[in-house]
């Protein structure tokens, strides 16, 4: 198919899934890639960025990771609920 054959509407609705698929895949990669251990998450910050990070400071942060990853994936799952739920009624 060439891009002139697409309409807009067609693109419209591949960034659509492109942004919704997007929104299940970073948490859900964000949330297996996370260390599990606190020191380990201070390791590789200082690591990627040369910032030292103190133990407790990596559990907050961690702690912070994992509670914006899985209210994210929350939300995106009842916003598929709802949508489907509108588009049988």
């Known amino acids: 198919m060439r891009k002139e054959d697409r309409s807009?509407?067609?693109?419209?609705?591949?960034?659509?899934?492109?942004r919704e698929f997007a929104g299940w895949l970073l948490p859900g990669a964000t949330?297996?890639?996370l260390p599990k251990c606190p020191l380990?998450?201070?390791?590789?910050?200082?690591?990627?960025?040369?910032?030292?990070?103190?133990?407790?400071?990596?559990?907050y942060l961690r702690l912070l990771l994992i509670v914006l990853c899985v209210t994210?994936?929350?939300y995106v799952a009842i916003r598929q609920v709802s949508?489907?739920?509108t588009k049988f009624r």
Do not use: D, M, N, W
């Open 8 to 18: 807009p509407r067609q693109s419209h609705k591949f960034f659509e899934r492109l």
């Open 31 to 33: 949330l297996i890639l």
């Open 40 to 59: 380990c998450l201070a390791g590789y910050i200082a690591l990627g960025t040369g910032i030292g990070l103190s133990v407790s400071g990596a559990t």
């Open 72 to 74: 994210t994936l929350l």
């Open 83 to 85: 949508r489907l739920t």
